[in-house]
């Protein structure tokens, strides 16, 4: 459950700016590493990827070399500085144009929980890990439209037919196929056409 929970974690990236919101052992920020959760004996918790920095904005070899191993060091000298007077971002490691999208995020939660499902006696657990998905760094609003997808409560058509709220389970926008879960997030040709980066 842990280890599900982790995966899902480790899809958000950050994006190296100005360093002042990417936390060093807190955020997986560093080119083929993901959060250095096990190095935080090193430097304070809180520290931030601007304090790696001198004065000039360039990579502090001394403070690399004394915090990091050799091989996270050689990695970190490889990220450019050129973004240093914006802010640092964050993106959604799935898409190449790194924004989250609700049908992602609910094909990801989605195949986690079916890729192991708790038992019955596993209920504790299985309340943890939905814990852990309300932390994610996501709009209030999108997590619960991914809560109530993984659960199968949206109000597409097939369900508000199915408990009489409608005289058909019909797609309401292309009109031809019964409007289920799948088809509203991924199958129907309109929200296909709204997604330009499908594919890609």
């Not at 918790?45 to 990579?59: A, F, G, I, Q, S």
């Not at 995020?105 to 998905?133: C, E, F, M, V």
């Not at 109530?148 to 597409?156: F, N, Q, V, Y």
Request: charged fraction near 20%.
């Amino acid at each position: 459950m842990r280890r599900q929970t982790n995966k899902i974690h480790s899809l958000q990236r950050s994006d190296v700016g100005d360093g002042t919101i990417i936390s060093i052992f807190n955020d997986a920020w560093i080119p083929g590493y993901g959060k250095l959760h096990y190095l935080r004996h090193r430097l304070e918790v809180h520290v931030t990827v601007v304090d790696l920095l001198t004065p000039t904005k360039e990579w502090n070899l001394t403070c690399l070399q004394t915090t990091f191993p050799a091989d996270i060091c050689q990695a970190i000298l490889t990220i450019p500085l050129t973004n240093i007077t914006t802010p640092d971002t964050y993106f959604w490691s799935l898409t190449t144009h790194g924004t989250y999208t609700v049908s992602l995020g609910y094909h990801q939660a989605h195949s986690q929980l079916h890729r192991n499902d708790p038992a019955p006696s596993d209920i504790t657990a299985s309340q943890s890990w939905w814990k852990q998905i309300w932390t994610l760094p996501l709009p209030p609003k999108l997590k619960h439209i991914l809560w109530r997808a993984c659960h199968g409560i949206l109000p597409t058509s097939h369900n508000l037919f199915k408990r009489k709220a409608l005289p058909s389970s019909c797609c309401c926008r292309c009109f031809d196929h019964d409007e289920t879960l799948e088809h509203a997030l991924f199958r129907c040709p309109t929200v296909q056409e709204l997604n330009p980066k499908r594919g890609k």
